[in-house]
């Protein structure tokens, strides 16, 4: 087989299918029957010089996806499958690796230097192949500049796949003292300097200690900023991706060099190409990130010894920031609005602004205030464009005392614009702007009212008119209009909407049916538009609500009538009917909240749900999740009832908890599992057998995603709560499960921020199962069977308390818990609360706390624990 490689490799990639398929057949089987041969055939192939690059190329290719996959349990496989391999064949293969680092032929040494990173990044963390980075170190030293390129860019790979902890801090010097030397200036050869300061930029994260040595760092600093001004605009955008990058990770360390780098930036967004200029205005975005972060998390309130003082650089730029800014707002695209993923100067430079009125509040407003004077009524669209979006940008940030009166004057103006101006992109960024003063500068915590019975009719016209416009005008208006509903949302029985309420559901019906509704986004943001106008309307247009429901229905139906499709058509029939699922859940949620509406709603419930089954008999996960959240919702309305539904929905259920591919769908699953326990109650019994043996067994699976397993334990509470003592038999398998995985998430020692909100969750899951499991056998002849339980549940109390990173979250959940255990147990608990080590303090925290949810869970706890101690 080894013979033949180069040609199977290369009918592997051949126009002809049937070539092409018996070609991939015969490298799985060579895979399957010996996985050595195999890739050492594959590494002898990549670095053959005499080989065909294409199949040098696609050897590497292979080679790399068989130490790496997206899917953490496959990758896990992987990983382990190549320890596991001979030892000499791992020093063959990485030998050949090394040795195509040589290679004249681009493609060859470029494959190489990813799978050498892919091998590292197994290697290294195991203490194996130590005497890799000194190999590639002495390369560089090498005289052909390819061989240079080629090492620099796979220590850029190795820096990208490997976590800094496990490369020495002599070792990081070494490298980057390579790269830096790589992208100096006396560097000729741009392809040696441009692999080097891609690897910088990969390099960063290993650089802390060398950017707290000031002689170090000036040296980083001079030679990234000499290579914004290279010749070649590649190296010249690069190095503006290390500074971005820089700005964020040593935000700290920037004082010295911000007025070189406001020099550089103001020249590079000027004068040089937009590739290199976009990164520049991306630097002062990543600053303003930085600020906004620290502004928030100290409340501006600096104290002398505050670790992470904030700079103010933004405060001090703004002068000749908004200027700079305020120019690129001139640089629209012709078509940008029609085009999803447009990004360019005038649009980063907006966004940019905003970021600034974030940082910096009331100070943007008077220097932005007379370029919006000056350009709003210009007869060149690209100064009224720009004023527009100038304006829009400055809305979210600044107090609303500043902004009030000028909203004021411009509410009218804008009005006008969207109705009347001749080009379609002023009235884009229009109808966006008025979205964003609905959304900041209105709703029950403004002081001033924006939006006035003298002026609320107009603007519902005006937005209503809108919606016939260009799909992108009237996508914004839908947007418009989501936002100017949702401000009235605690408004408690009257709505100034419900005037309008039939005319706006009408219009919005209407915008659906559009031929053109597919651009844009535009029948997408109708649907969410009439889900928010249904979400937020008041009781007077129940009646209304209840007339939405066989329309939405009948749309349904009709999805699922259509006879067949192309793959592109199948698509936008399964993206049509989410979106009517999704409508249906928000209805249904509206009228199961009070009685009348929700009698009224039991006689659609038949229909509904035979909708719903045929819905999931399409093969679609987005419109599962919306077919199972509208269940849930009609699970809620219908209570007791939703009984009868339980045979024909139940193998969908078992369906959706073995849906690990799209645990999306498994969680919503897990949820909706949740709902009909509390709908149900002791009638869902029959089918918990069934439930409770898959949800056991997607938690012992290591293919499952992590985030599906804290909603997993949560559902043993609603499992527990809806069929009580019955619960019985399922204790010997959950209390084991849930008594490690409590020890799992009770330490967080040195976790990172998404690894402790991801303990979080697991341990308020835990703790909801917990609770719903003692709630559940409260009263019961039985509660005696949990008593050997509790001293482990007091220990993970004891060590969450003491770990001090819980969340409010949790704390109410945990607090809770320590109230159920003595609420259930009683005189059983009173001895062993007694014993704890620190339930009188969490006690007391969560009784002083200003979170009056916790407040109240803690004076209840503290009843039953009072109880508990006193009988």
């Known amino acids: 087989?080894?013979?033949e490689v180069t040609q199977v490799l290369l009918n592997a990639q051949s126009v002809d299918s049937t070539v092409r398929k018996h070609a991939e057949e015969s490298l799985r089987q060579f895979q399957e029957q010996n996985l050595s041969v195999f890739l050492l055939s594959l590494s002898g192939e990549l670095a053959g010089e005499d080989k065909p690059v294409d199949s040098r190329k696609l050897a590497g290719l292979i080679l790399k996806n068989a130490l790496d996959a997206k899917e953490q349990h496959r990758k896990y496989e992987l990983v382990q499958r190549w320890l596991a391999l001979d030892m000499g064949v791992k020093t063959q293969i990485k030998a050949c690796l090394l040795q195509t680092l040589s290679s004249p032929v681009h493609d060859a040494h470029s494959t190489a230097s990813q799978v050498i990173a892919k091998v590292a990044a197994i290697e290294l963390p195991q203490k194996q192949w130590p005497e890799l980075i000194g190999s590639l170190l002495s390369n560089i030293h090498q005289v052909p500049a390819h061989v240079k390129q080629a090492t620099l860019e796979t220590l850029g790979y190795l820096c990208e796949e490997v976590s800094p902890d496990v490369v020495d801090q002599d070792q990081v010097n070494k490298i980057l003292t390579a790269v830096?030397?790589?992208?100096?200036a006396n560097e000729v050869n741009n392809d040696v300097r441009l692999a080097a300061t891609r690897a910088l930029y990969n390099a960063l994260g290993f650089s802390h200690a060398n950017f707290s040595n000031d002689m170090e760092r000036d040296y980083i600093m001079r030679v990234v900023c000499e290579a914004t001004l290279c010749p070649d605009v590649k190296i010249r955008q690069a190095a503006f991706e290390c500074l971005v990058s820089i700005a964020s990770t040593y935000y700290e360390k920037l004082a010295p060099y911000i007025q070189d780098i406001f020099n550089i930036t103001a020249k590079a967004v000027r004068e040089d190409e937009e590739p290199v200029a976009l990164q520049a205005i991306e630097l002062w975005s990543s600053i303003c990130d930085e600020e906004i972060d620290i502004l928030e998390e100290y409340g501006g309130d600096f104290t002398a010894d505050s670790d992470v003082p904030c700079y103010y650089f933004i405060k001090q730029a703004l002068p000749a920031l908004v200027p700079m800014l305020l120019e690129t707002l001139l640089k629209q695209e012709e078509d940008q609005d029609l085009d999803e993923g447009a990004w360019n100067l005038a649009m980063a430079g907006g966004t940019c602004l905003g970021l600034v009125a974030r940082t910096v509040g009331d100070d943007i407003v008077p220097l932005?205030?007379?370029?919006?004077e000056e350009n709003i009524t210009k007869p060149d669209w690209r100064q009224r464009e720009a004023a527009t979006y100038a304006f829009g940008s400055i809305l979210e940030g600044p107090s609303p005392d500043k902004l009030t009166s000028i909203v004021n004057v411009a509410?009218?103006?804008m009005l006008t614009a969207l109705t009347n101006d001749p080009n379609s992109h002023v009235k884009d960024t229009t109808a966006w702007t008025l979205g964003r003063i609905f959304e900041f500068l209105h709703g029950s915590t403004v002081e001033t009212p924006i939006i006035t019975p003298a002026n609320c009719q107009q603007i519902v016209t005006v937005l209503l008119q809108?919606?016939?416009?260009?799909?992108?005008?009237?996508?914004?208006?839908?947007?418009?209009?989501?936002?100017?509903?949702?401000g009235y949302e605690d408004i408690g029985s009257t709505s100034p909407i419900t005037p309008f309420f039939q005319e706006i559901v009408k219009s919005l019906l209407h915008v659906t049916d559009r031929e053109d509704a597919g651009e844009s986004r535009l029948r997408t943001a109708a649907y969410e538009t009439l889900n928010e106008v249904v979400r937020c309307s008041t009781d007077e247009t129940a009646s209304m609500v209840l007339q939405l429901v066989p329309i939405i229905m009948t749309k349904l139906h009709q999805t699922l009538e259509a006879e067949k499709l192309s793959s592109d058509g199948r698509e936008k029939q399964n993206e049509l009917q989410g979106l009517l699922c999704g409508c249906l859940q928000v209805i249904t949620q509206k009228l199961g909240a009070s009685e009348p509406a929700k009698y009224a709603f039991m006689q659609f419930a038949d229909q509904i749900m035979n909708l719903f089954l045929r819905v999931f008999a399409c093969r679609s996960a987005t419109v599962h999740e919306e077919a199972m959240l509208a269940i849930g919702a009609v699970a809620h309305a219908t209570g007791p009832d939703f009984a009868k539904y339980m045979p024909e929905l139940y193998k969908y259920l078992e369906m959706g908890l073995q849906n690990f591919e799209e645990y999306q769908v498994c969680a919503v699953t897990v949820g909706v599992v949740g709902d009909i326990c509390r709908a149900l109650d002791d009638k869902v019994l029959p089918y918990c057998d069934g439930i409770m043996t898959q949800l056991l067994k997607d938690l012992s699976s290591n293919q499952l995603h992590r985030s599906v397993k804290p909603p997993i334990f949560s559902c043993?509470?609603?499992?527990?709560?809806?069929i009580g003592e019955n619960f019985e038999k399922y204790l010997m398998y959950?209390?084991?499960?849930?008594?490690?995985?409590?020890?799992?998430s009770a330490h967080t020692s040195g976790a990172d921020d998404e690894m402790i909100e991801y303990t979080n969750l697991l341990r308020n899951g835990i703790l909801e199962a917990y609770s719903g499991i003692f709630q559940g056998f409260k009263n019961s002849p039985k509660t005696q069977l949990l008593i050997p339980y509790a001293p482990h549940i007091l220990q993970f109390l004891d060590s969450i308390y003491m770990e001090k990173d819980m969340d409010d979250v949790v704390m109410k959940t945990a607090i809770g818990v320590l109230g159920d255990l003595a609420d259930t147990l009683g005189s059983n608990a009173g001895s062993l609360i007694q014993q704890s080590l620190s339930c009188k303090?969490?006690?007391?925290e969560c009784l002083s706390s200003d979170d009056h949810l916790i407040k109240e869970s803690a004076e209840w706890a503290k009843m039953a624990i009072t109880r508990a101690i006193s009988v």
């Open 1 to 3: 087989m080894a013979m």
């Open 466 to 486: 809108s919606m016939n416009d260009a799909p992108n005008v009237a996508e914004k208006a839908c947007g418009a209009l989501y936002f100017l509903v949702q």
């Open 841 to 844: 303090d969490f006690l007391n």
């Open 716 to 722: 043993f509470g609603d499992i527990a709560l809806a």
């Open 180 to 184: 830096v030397q790589g992208m100096n």
């Open 734 to 744: 959950a209390m084991p499960m849930l008594q490690s995985a409590a020890e799992l």
């Open 368 to 372: 932005v205030m007379p370029f919006i």
């Open 411 to 413: 509410l009218n103006f």
